[in-house]
């Protein structure tokens, strides 16, 4: 069973940035690609952001590309996201995902998921 608790989000103003974390258990934790998704209430959750097992490739949606970064260190079994240049359309629950496929963009390739942590960008 793997385990994984996001944190770091909270409440700012648009321009600012947050780093969300994310922790993973088990000892698979660097054989697999993870992903960040996100929902705004009323909408379908998105693809954000996804990061090979070993951290040499990533992949943003148009919609932050410049502004978020994805990381990971295997070391401590956890996943970052930098997000820098808030706007108010960020506003979302952030979920950590675990991936499981060769999409990964797509919801569907993922196999384990957080609970969300809720970011809220003020205009």
């Known amino acids: 069973q793997v385990q994984l608790v996001e944190s770091g989000g909270g409440l700012v103003q648009a321009g600012g940035s947050l780093r969300l974390s994310c922790a993973a258990s088990?000892?698979?934790?660097?054989?697999?690609?993870m992903g960040w998704f996100r929902q705004a209430p009323g909408k379908e959750r998105e693809f954000v952001a996804a990061i090979r097992w070993n951290g040499y490739s990533t992949y943003y949606a148009d919609s932050v590309k410049g502004r978020f970064t994805i990381s990971r260190d295997n070391a401590k079994n956890t996943q970052y996201l930098q997000m820098n240049s808030l706007k108010p359309e960020d506003t979302a629950v952030y979920y950590c995902a675990r991936g499981s496929g060769l999409r990964y963009d797509s919801s569907r390739d993922y196999d384990y998921w957080g609970q969300g942590t809720q970011v809220t960008v003020s205009s």
């Open positions: 088990g000892r698979t934790f660097n054989r697999y690609a």
